[in-house]
């Protein structure tokens, strides 16, 4: 309760409005440490809500390989035909390294990362005749086992369960897509949990850049390298889906055995007291965002038709004490510099000024006074 609410229904219930408007005055300079809003440092201001459902995913998405070519673990089965006996035939599986290669017996190493299966069997035909092992072999290649990653997908999504996530279509938005995009009430920011990250030390380019070491509350906007993990103890990495940049850029890989934990939006209710007809507690829209006269409309309005001045009391992280801001109800209807925006938490009070208070005064006289109007 203000100052001014302290000294009201006394003065009213003796009738002295002279000695009323005169303490009225007295305490307008009760107030301190009050900023006021075309002044406002910028560390106070409010920061525009992130709305997760604007995120296009598709177009963040990085690029995938389809699932018909050949990735790092997988392991493929290749026959050799060498045109004589069909038990001089070749038949082996070999798993793809880590290096992208395979290695067959008396053939060599050969590369064959990104390849489908025809365009792998050519590599290997046209290395078996080069490297003087075969004249003319008919080579056939197919998978045996395709390399997959077990992705968890939890929290804000549309179908939270386990993916199997082919490596080369295992990134944050890929996990995120599988689990038919975010739900409703998705913020943007998500956590990565692994038994452990190896963060990936270069900074130069590529579909996973080095980790940022921070924004607030930890939050990257960077990837992880989904080959470089240690066994460390747990940890989480948070992401912000609105920091992630146009073509791919800076969007984590993920390794077999990640949990991606979509947070849910639960802002703090605003508050809206004083001269307004419905004052209360309202929800804050979830990535919406809501300014001083937004506030004032939903509080159904004005009480007082004088009323102009109101606060906000909005605490900030770091800070032990609330701002206080002053707004003018007349200015931010016309100017945008006025009509501050707010952020979930704030308490907004439409505070009384001598004009309203004598206004009140005068309407409680009219209607205690009997058959006497002013």
Same mark, same amino acid.
């Given at each position: 309760?203000?100052?001014? =609410?302290?000294?009201?229904?006394?003065?009213?219930?003796?009738?002295?409005?002279?000695?009323?408007?005169?303490?009225?005055?007295?305490?307008?300079?009760?107030?301190?440490?009050? #900023? #006021?809003?075309?002044?406002?440092?910028?560390?106070?201001?409010?920061?525009?809500?992130? &709305?997760?459902?604007?995120?296009?995913?598709?177009?963040?998405?990085?690029?995938?390989?389809?699932?018909? +070519?050949?990735?790092?673990?997988?392991?493929?089965?290749?026959? #050799? !035909?060498? %045109?004589?006996?069909?038990? =001089?035939?070749?038949?082996?599986?070999?798993?793809?390294?880590?290096?992208?290669?395979?290695? +067959?017996?008396?053939? $060599?190493?050969?590369?064959?990362?990104?390849?489908?299966?025809?365009?792998?069997?050519?590599?290997? /035909?046209?290395?078996?005749?080069?490297? $003087?092992?075969?004249? &003319?072999?008919?080579?056939?290649?197919?998978?045996?086992?395709?390399?997959?990653?077990?992705?968890?997908?939890?929290?804000?999504? /549309?179908?939270?369960?386990?993916?199997?996530?082919?490596?080369?279509?295992?990134?944050?938005?890929?996990?995120?897509?599988?689990?038919?995009?975010?739900?409703? *009430?998705?913020?943007?920011?998500? *956590?990565?949990?692994?038994?452990?990250? /190896?963060?990936?030390?270069?900074?130069?380019?590529?579909?996973?850049? !080095?980790?940022?070491? $921070?924004?607030?509350?930890?939050?990257?906007?960077?990837?992880?390298?989904?080959? *470089?993990?240690?066994?460390?103890?747990?940890?989480?990495?948070?992401?912000?889906?609105?920091?992630? %940049?146009?073509?791919?850029?800076?969007?984590?890989?993920?390794?077999?055995? #990640?949990?991606?934990?979509?947070?849910?939006? =639960?802002?703090?209710?605003?508050?809206?007291?004083?001269?307004?007809?419905?004052?209360?507690?309202?929800?804050?829209?979830?990535?919406? &965002?809501?300014?001083?006269?937004?506030?004032?409309?939903?509080?159904?309005?004005?009480?007082?038709?004088?009323?102009?001045?109101?606060?906000?009391?909005?605490?900030?992280?770091?800070?032990?004490?609330?701002?206080?801001?002053?707004?003018?109800?007349?200015?931010?209807?016309?100017?945008?510099?006025? &009509?501050?925006? +707010?952020?979930?938490? =704030? /308490?907004?009070?439409? *505070?009384?000024?001598?004009?309203?208070?004598?206004?009140?005064?005068?309407?409680?006289?009219?209607?205690? +006074?009997?058959?006497?109007?002013?």
């Amino acid at each position: 309760m203000s100052h001014l =609410d302290s000294i009201t229904p006394s003065l009213i219930q003796r009738g002295h409005i002279a000695a009323l408007v005169c303490a009225l005055w007295v305490c307008q300079g009760c107030a301190s440490n009050v #900023m #006021m809003a075309r002044d406002l440092p910028r560390e106070w201001n409010a920061v525009a809500a992130s &709305n997760a459902q604007t995120i296009d995913l598709s177009k963040l998405a990085s690029s995938t390989i389809p699932q018909d +070519l050949i990735s790092r673990g997988d392991v493929i089965s290749v026959d #050799m !035909a060498l %045109g004589r006996t069909r038990a =001089d035939d070749v038949s082996v599986k070999s798993q793809v390294q880590d290096n992208g290669q395979i290695d +067959l017996a008396l053939v $060599g190493s050969i590369p064959v990362v990104g390849l489908n299966m025809v365009e792998a069997a050519d590599a290997i /035909k046209t290395a078996a005749i080069s490297r $003087g092992f075969y004249q &003319n072999p008919q080579v056939t290649v197919q998978m045996s086992r395709a390399k997959t990653n077990l992705i968890t997908v939890i929290g804000a999504v /549309k179908e939270p369960k386990i993916y199997e996530l082919r490596p080369g279509n295992s990134d944050l938005l890929q996990a995120i897509t599988a689990a038919g995009g975010l739900s409703d *009430e998705a913020g943007t920011i998500v *956590e990565l949990r692994h038994a452990g990250f /190896k963060p990936n030390q270069s900074s130069g380019g590529g579909r996973a850049p !080095a980790i940022a070491d $921070g924004g607030p509350d930890g939050v990257i906007s960077a990837g992880v390298e989904s080959e *470089e993990v240690s066994s460390g103890s747990p940890q989480t990495l948070k992401v912000d889906l609105a920091s992630i %940049g146009s073509e791919g850029v800076g969007i984590p890989t993920l390794s077999d055995g #990640m949990v991606v934990f979509v947070s849910r939006l =639960d802002p703090p209710r605003l508050s809206v007291d004083g001269l307004v007809k419905a004052p209360g507690q309202f929800e804050y829209p979830v990535g919406e &965002n809501l300014t001083i006269l937004d506030a004032v409309t939903l509080a159904k309005g004005m009480s007082n038709p004088l009323a102009d001045k109101i606060y906000i009391i909005r605490k900030r992280p770091g800070t032990p004490e609330p701002g206080l801001i002053q707004v003018s109800y007349r200015k931010a209807k016309r100017s945008g510099q006025e &009509n501050l925006l +707010l952020q979930p938490g =704030d /308490k907004v009070v439409v *505070e009384q000024t001598p004009a309203t208070i004598v206004l009140d005064t005068l309407q409680y006289a009219k209607i205690n +006074l009997s058959g006497r109007v002013f």
